[in-house]
């Protein structure tokens, strides 16, 4: 399989999703279910981010306490299911930067189309985690990290809730220099660019639309 992909295979990050899962889940439940898992995702692919120290006062004494360094980062929605994760990872990075890339799949072709970009300046070496629930085709996750390239990033993460097998050989393609976390990798697509067994469409679920 691909090297830069991590399953996050904690039990509460799985036991989140199967609930997720089933389509019973009403959409408020959803939604809250993909806010604390995209925080337990998040723990995994900020373990690495730089660290220096600070000098500090406890009440005891002095010490060289740690905290981040290095540019704040830079979180990408890929508009609109991304918004669901973006949520929850602001809550543990509330100084992160915020950029939005709108693109939807053309239904036929399932090739990704741009009608929105907007993001953070200043991308050269700050970490940047791109956001969507479902790597399906790749295509629209491999279109963001284009864009975000061209705009500078040469840093980037992606995190998704869900991944197809093809979704993450198509990432592992285009762009092997960027690792990919996930809490799941499932089947495969359907004939409508669909995980199987999936959730079905993650932005209707998660908004209550139809
Ligand atoms: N997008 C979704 O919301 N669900 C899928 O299964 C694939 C793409």
């Excluded at 980062?73 to 915020?98: F, H, M, Q, T, Y």
């Excluded at 085709?137 to 991944?163: E, P, W, Y």
């Excluded at 092997?176 to 209707?204: M, R, S």
């Amino acid at each position: 399989m691909y090297e830069h992909l991590t399953v996050v295979k904690h039990p509460l990050v799985q036991h989140k999703l199967t609930l997720m899962r089933d389509k019973d889940t009403p959409t408020a439940v959803f939604r809250q279910l993909l806010r604390e898992i995209s925080q337990l995702l998040a723990y995994e692919i900020t373990r690495e981010l730089e660290m220096t120290t600070r000098r500090i006062e406890t009440p005891l004494c002095e010490m060289d306490a740690p905290v981040l360094a290095g540019k704040k980062l830079a979180l990408v929605s890929i508009l609109r299911a991304g918004n669901g994760l973006l949520d929850g990872v602001l809550e543990l990075v509330p100084s992160a930067r915020v950029g939005y890339v709108g693109l939807y799949r053309d239904e036929k072709t399932l090739q990704p189309v741009q009608y929105y970009y907007k993001v953070p300046t200043d991308l050269k070496d700050r970490l940047v985690i791109v956001l969507d629930p479902m790597l399906a085709t790749g295509n629209s996750s491999a279109a963001a990290v284009d864009l975000l390239k061209a705009s500078g990033a040469n840093n980037i993460r992606f995190m998704c809730l869900l991944a197809a097998p093809e979704g993450v050989a198509r990432m592992g393609q285009a762009h092997p220099d960027v690792p990919i976390v996930t809490a799941a990798v499932d089947e495969c697509l359907n004939e409508h660019g669909y995980i199987v067994p999936g959730l079905g469409d993650a932005g209707d679920r998660m908004f209550g639309t139809r």
